[in-house]
């Protein structure tokens, strides 16, 4: 198999107790997927405009501080060169006016965060699969 650029996902999240869960699950489903970090909104928006190229896909929380999680999906779709990137949301939130905003301006998918660990792998699979990073099973005995 030819050797491919690793698939790059930017996380926004701000809170570290799920960024741990989801550096953690992520090493566990698809572990060659390149994850970046920014605490918050605005360290979004300036990560995303200097980074070139941009991510593969960006994984979005809704509440954070300094700039939402709206505000930076907003951003992304008014910018030329990011406006096609693949956004999905993962919140705490499950306000239908929230969902029905964000699903206005595009995005891919939109989960609520779990409440178990489990849950969160289940998201992560299916992400990985949506990305074409699902590792194969280890056999038995590897």
């Not at 809170?15 to 979004?44: K, N, Q, T, W, Y």
Request: proline share 8%; glycine share 4%.
């Amino acid at each position: 198999m030819a050797n491919r650029p690793p698939f790059r996902v930017l996380y926004v999240e701000d809170e570290a107790d799920d960024v741990l869960f989801m550096r953690r699950a992520l090493r566990s489903v698809c572990p060659e997927v390149e994850l970046s970090i920014a605490h918050d909104g605005e360290e979004a928006v300036q990560i995303l405009s200097r980074h070139q190229p941009p991510p593969d896909w960006i994984v979005l929380d809704l509440k954070m501080p300094r700039r939402s999680g709206l505000e930076v999906l907003e951003w992304i779709r008014s910018h030329p060169v990011l406006k096609d990137l693949k956004v999905t949301v993962l919140s705490s939130s499950p306000e239908q006016s929230d969902m029905k905003r964000v699903e206005e301006l595009g995005i891919d998918r939109y989960f609520v965060k779990p409440v178990e660990y489990t849950g969160l792998l289940e998201i992560v699979r299916s992400l990985c699969r949506r990305w074409g990073t699902l590792a194969s099973p280890k056999p038995e005995g590897a």
